[in-house]
């Protein structure tokens, strides 16, 4: 099936002296540079949506599901002739919810991708705690996951029930304890601090029952309350109080306190992990490619990202055979130098050295100044 899409592919590619062109890309986007690359897979579907959810997805449906599977699979042998030299050096697949997929194209999507590209990397993926079961926790290890994400939110039932999360917090407590019997090097979850009504005992709890359950790290946010989400509604319905800006930063001190006691090391803005495990970390890598509906990629100085629409990305796959991106930002060398320094920003770590390597310029040539004035 693959050596026929990637026939089908060949029609947008022409090799050239300059190196294989992918026809519906944007000019100069022909040209990967870099030789190695992250690989993002977004799946678009969730069970139920979370009242203060943001992100595109849509409510699971099983043919659906199967139709994505395959405008998936003709994706990526669009990227196979670009990319079949390089090396993707890390796998994420994010959502909506992934797992929704298990069983019904999550596996074959994985497979394809590698056949088709050079992967000298492991897979992380999201979950969520309704999907997990231990016919899942053998699944995902037997396609080679070796890290995992789980939103949690709360352990609280009364703060579950608040944020739309259709679980209670004994339901999590258990999906915890199955994904931390299972084999994979880092179980991260993530917490919401800052909830309707809630109180630093609250989120004290809710990090120590996390502690108490050994995973590896923790991804603590304050929640966003976007004005088109039902969240929002539910606030203003019930006279609920967000804790504001100042109870914030003090929910925030007191998770850093717990962590650092619990022995853990800060590895971004929101996350702590244990000192001998290698972070989870979705958005870190410098050049990556998207694959599925609003994926982004960012390659050779190009922002490019995806339709959003699941019908519009099969479509353009299937009916029109051609890449489904919908928008093109080309950065400047600046600009793609300020994107690079926004996520080191984001780790809390800069490595000058990794930043030569990219972009063969000394980082205190170009961000010496800035920094200094900042006081970094
Ligand atoms: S599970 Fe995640 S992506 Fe899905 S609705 Fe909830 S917050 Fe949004």
Redesign the pocket.
């Known amino acids: 099936m693959l050596s026929k899409l990637t026939r089908q592919a060949t029609k947008y590619i022409t090799t050239g002296s300059k190196g294989l062109v992918l026809q519906n890309l944007p000019p100069n986007l022909n040209r990967v540079k870099a030789e190695k690359l992250g690989l993002y897979l977004h799946i678009p579907f ?1 069970r ?3 009242f ?2 943001p ?1 595109f ?1 849509e409510k699971y449906n099983k043919e659906k599901a199967l139709i994505y599977r395959d405008a998936v699979i003709n994706e990526i042998a669009f990227y196979q002739p670009l990319l079949e030299e390089k090396q993707i050096i890390s796998f994420y697949i994010g ?3 992934p797992t929704t997929m298990m069983g019904n194209g999550l596996e074959e999507i994985i497979h394809t991708a590698q056949e088709s590209f050079n992967m000298a990397c492991n897979i992380s993926t999201e979950t ?1 705690p309704n999907d997990v079961t231990p016919d899942m926790i053998e699944r995902l290890m037997c396609i080679g996951v070796e890290n995992v994400s789980m ?1 949690i939110e709360s352990f609280n039932d009364h703060f579950l029930k608040i944020i739309g ?1 259709p679980y209670v917090g004994d339901r999590a407590k258990g999906a915890v304890k199955l994904l931390m019997d299972g084999d994979f090097a880092c179980v991260n979850i993530d917490l919401m601090f800052g909830l309707p009504n809630q109180k630093i005992a609250d989120v004290e709890k809710d990090i120590k029952t996390a502690l108490d359950l050994g995973v590896d790290q923790i991804s603590a946010y304050p929640i966003f309350t976007f004005p088109h989400t039902k969240l929002k509604q539910v606030v203003k319905e019930n006279r609920f109080k967000l804790p504001g800006a100042i109870d914030r930063r003090k929910m925030l001190k007191r998770i850093e306190e717990l962590c650092y006691d619990a022995d853990m090391k800060r590895t971004s803005v929101w996350a702590f992990t244990r000192k001998k495990v290698r972070k989870y970390s979705s958005v870190t890598i410098p050049q990556y490619i998207g694959l599925g509906a609003g994926a982004g990629s960012l390659i050779s100085g190009f922002f490019f990202i995806n339709v959003f629409g699941i019908q519009e990305y099969i479509t353009y796959l299937a009916e029109k055979q051609k890449p489904p991106i919908a928008l093109t930002i080309n950065f400047s060398e600046k600009e793609e130098m300020t994107h690079w320094l926004y996520w080191r920003i984001y780790e809390t770590q800069i490595n000058k050295k990794e930043f030569k390597e990219q972009f063969d310029k000394d980082f205190d040539v170009i961000f010496g100044k800035i920094l200094h004035f900042l006081n970094c």
């Open positions: 969730c139920s949506p979370c203060y959810c992100y997805k959502g909506g919810t969520h939103g999360r």
